[in-house]
């Protein structure tokens, strides 16, 4: 079992809780608890971050229209001769081809 705590800052706000990745279990718990949600994408999806965008919204319901999203887009740097260098995207995702990336 997961414990969600909040916390106050000095003058007794709410602190907005954020919380991302990008499996299903930690969005529902992003989703259900968090004020923030940070989306990552998996690759070698068709359209990950839209995919990833309405699973939060099934998981929050209708918590959804109060959250705040934070979607990760990763850069990726142009080697020589204008080809992407997935040196980074590899060590997250080493089994994915180029096109999968």
Request: glycine share 8%.
């Amino acid at each position: 079992m997961i414990e969600v705590s909040r916390r106050l800052d000095e003058a007794g706000h709410r602190v907005p809780l954020m919380i991302g990745g990008q499996d299903d279990r930690v969005l529902t718990l992003a989703a259900r608890h968090a004020d923030i949600v940070t989306i990552g994408a998996h690759p070698g999806k068709v359209d990950p971050l839209a995919e990833r965008i309405d699973f939060v919204c099934q998981a929050a319901g209708d918590r959804f229209a109060k959250l705040e999203l934070c979607l990760v887009v990763t850069g990726v740097h142009l080697a020589e001769a204008g080809m992407p260098d997935l040196a980074v995207q590899r060590l997250f995702y080493p089994g994915l081809s180029d096109e999968e990336y």
